[in-house]
């Protein structure tokens, strides 16, 4: 990626109205800069000087704080200007239009998504895995991934995967220093120990990558589909998990047309929970608008890591049902909900069945939700283990993924008997390889256009 200096500037606090709002530019040099918007004015670096913010004209804009920041001691590693103004966003706009017009001598331009923290990493501020946890931290849905996302800001995530990093390397140069010496590569997995310091890197990425998983759930959590025939009660279901009314309730069948979602949090994973329009049998007289209503659900069914299918306890299966069962996509694990044992009298319960779990409970009464809750934790491989988890994004799982499939090949290689040290090391190279693109180490600049691209405005 290339290493752009141009003084940039954004607004970079969220849009609409706040308390406060804050202009952020950057740069190499920014002092010609803020001699421009506060002349006269010395601004002591990281001390903040309640100043008059003056159009070109000399008229007030706004008055509040500004902060600078002097290279190398800032966010981005640049000199940073910060004018802390009131949070309106006309204020926002004519205090940016007014840095950028103080600056245009300096070719200062409007910061792309991201520009921020890109510049923080190519200024070694933060690794790869630190800077997506800044974004991961502003994305968080619960207080359980802004918790992991603040730990791998801190580095804590980055501190295991380098440690991972330094002990393939130790094994590596251990071995390749061996290879010069073919007559000695007998001798010298037994000798050091290669295949239990192998062991023990795989060891240390199985933790790592545990706590990855279980910290990527926080930050992806679970698609979940409720399907069933009109009147079963799913948008009660709905609103029993959500613990307020998201959904339309009504005793007139087919009331829910259209898809209603909502994102709950179970245990700090976020469930985004998707009620449906019910399904009847298409000979059942329906009209266009419901029947594109079930077209969709068909669609949010294919995007379902869990589909919920609801029945009426009290009335049992119907012919729509057979269709239902028949319409869900193989793989996709099922929960068969009974609902209404307020009428049928069943006792809430939970019931493995051959095909499907079943689960009796009632909706309207908020009797075996927590059943329900406990099979949805269970089906996304929620574990209790109380360890710290890394609040992991996709390209770090399949990075820890393929590094220890390459350990396991290194692996197989010290096991044969005409142990070929050579590929031996070759694989510990790609391991140490994916394991060094989670930090950054190693990574191609698209992909780090693309994560820094995902960013907002400003960050
Ligand atoms: N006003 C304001 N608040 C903010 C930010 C900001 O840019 N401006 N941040 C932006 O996201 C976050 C804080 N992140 C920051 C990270 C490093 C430094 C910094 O000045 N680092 C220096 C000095 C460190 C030190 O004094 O120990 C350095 O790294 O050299 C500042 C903010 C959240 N709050
Ligand atoms: N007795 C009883 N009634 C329930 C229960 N759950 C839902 N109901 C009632 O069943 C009716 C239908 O509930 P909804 O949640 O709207 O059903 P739905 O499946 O979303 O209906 P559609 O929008 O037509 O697909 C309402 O009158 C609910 O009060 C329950 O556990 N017990
Ligand atoms: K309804």
Known sequence: MKLDTSPIAAIATAPGRGGIGVVR???????????ALFPGTKLTP?????????DAAGTVIDEGLALYFKAPHSYTGE???ELQGHGGPVVLRMLLARVLEAGRDLDLRLAEPGEFTRRAFLNDKLDLAQAEAVADLIDASTEAAAKSASQSLSGAFSKVVHELVEKTINLRMLVEATLDFPEEEIDFLEKSNARGQLKGIVDALEAVFRQAAQGALLREGLNVVLVGQPNVGKSSLLNALAGSDVAIVTPIAGTTRDKVSETIQVEGIPLNIVDTAGIRAIDEGIDVVERIGIERTWGEVGKADVILHLLDASLGPAKADEEI????????????IWNKIDLSGHQPSVDPGADAVNIYLSAHEKIGIDLLRAELLRIAGWQQTGESLYLARERHLVALRQAR?????????????????DLFAEELRLAQDQLSSITGQFTPDDLLGVIFSRFCIGK
């Open 325 to 336: 069962v028949a319409a869900f996509p193989a793989g996709v694990p099922v929960v068969r």
């Open 79 to 81: 000199d940073v200007l």
């Open 405 to 421: 499939e390459h350990l396991r090949y290194a692996a197989e290689h010290a096991a044969q008997d005409d142990q070929s040290l």
């Open 46 to 54: 990281r001390h903040a000087t309640y100043v008059p913010f003056k």
């Open 25 to 35: 530019a950057s740069g190499k040099d920014l002092s010609a800069l803020a001699a």
